[in-house]
């Protein structure tokens, strides 16, 4: 069956870095864009960043532009998104997802990443 596990959350001081990193199996995730979501304390899902099959053609919210890099690595299966000068407003669970469509129809179970002082 279809498994997503993200990990390489944290608490992190605003201006810090952390890699976020999704490891897929039960599916053939070279073919499908993958995306990372995240869910801020009491709002709603907030789509991040996608990456289309073979790394390329990647898009990103206007709020992490220029901060937040997504990349995938086929051979391992795995989808990233290293996260640079990291603002309080960057606090939520992220998820990767597998796009289907143009929605989602695999979610991992969230790493919770902390920006605060």
């Known amino acids: 069956q279809v498994q997503l596990v993200e990990s390489g959350g944290g608490l992190v001081q605003p201006g810090g870095s952390l890699r976020l990193s999704c490891a897929a199996s039960?599916?053939?995730?070279?073919?499908?864009?993958m995306t990372w979501v995240r869910q801020a304390p009491g709002k709603g899902l907030e789509w991040v960043s996608a990456i289309k099959t073979g790394g390329g053609g990647t898009s990103y919210a206007d709020s992490v532009k220029g901060r937040f890099t997504i990349s995938r690595d086929n051979a391992k299966n795995t989808l990233y998104l290293q996260m640079n000068s990291l603002k309080p407003d960057d606090t939520a669970v992220y998820y990767c997802a597998k796009a289907s469509g143009s929605s989602f129809d695999y979610w991992g179970q969230g790493t919770q990443v902390t920006v605060s002082s």
């Open positions: 039960g599916f053939t995730f070279s073919v499908y864009t």
